[in-house]
């Protein structure tokens, strides 16, 4: 069997019927949920009991796996020296690893699976700086729902990322001739990360 694309997908402020639509289209048949709470005051209709049940009756199968893949550690030491969640460090953490782990090995089984969170667009989720970015460096074929139903690859939002930050990263220039894509491009994630990454109050952390 070959191996299937993973897809990313934000609910934000889909309605359940337009979720589904978006995940079909796709011929997605597992959700995997990276939120860290997988709750909703606003959107009720994606919380964990209510998703699960509603996909089972919609063909879709789910999993939570909030805890590895999630935005919100409770660990201080995967803190950059801001405060927040930095996440190479996360990437490094075994749980983090297992969980890509279980993830690769449904797609190498031919497992059309994708990635859920809250935030509409890539690039204001960890789901692509966190996730997708390790993925995609272990050869998968990553490819991001967005909230028209549109598709883009990891690649594609790679360049407007590199775009977005454009004035923040590194050039080739005179000087520096030989600054390549790989380099900018781990510069534009580190910025994303510096924007999006959450900063924990002490309460939210636990010491050993």
């Not at 011929?27 to 995997?32: E, G, L």
Request: glycine letters at 6%.
């Amino acid at each position: 069997m070959s191996r299937a694309p993973i897809f990313t997908i934000g609910h934000s402020d889909r309605t359940w019927e337009e979720l589904v639509e978006a995940l079909k289209n796709c011929a997605v048949k597992f959700v995997v949920d990276v939120r860290t709470t997988p709750y909703s005051t606003r959107y009720p209709q994606f919380n964990t009991e209510v998703l699960r049940e509603s996909l089972s009756r919609s063909a879709l199968k789910y999993l939570h796996l909030g805890a590895p893949l999630g935005a919100r550690p409770n660990d201080p030491r995967l803190l950059d020296g801001d405060g927040r969640v930095w996440y190479p460090k996360v990437r490094q953490t075994a749980e983090f690893k297992g969980a890509i782990q279980r993830v690769e090995k449904g797609a190498d089984s031919g497992h059309r699976l994708a990635l859920l969170c809250m935030e509409p667009h890539p690039c204001e989720c960890h789901r692509f700086p966190m996730i997708a970015y390790q993925l995609a460096r272990d050869g998968y074929e990553v490819q991001h729902i967005l909230r028209d139903g549109s598709v883009k690859t990891q690649a594609e939002i790679e360049s407007e990322l590199l775009e977005r930050f454009a004035n923040k990263i590194p050039q080739p220039n005179l000087f520096q001739p030989e600054v390549g894509r790989a380099e900018r491009l781990e510069a534009a994630y580190e910025q994303l990360n510096i924007e999006i990454g959450w900063k924990p109050r002490p309460a939210d952390l636990t010491v050993d």
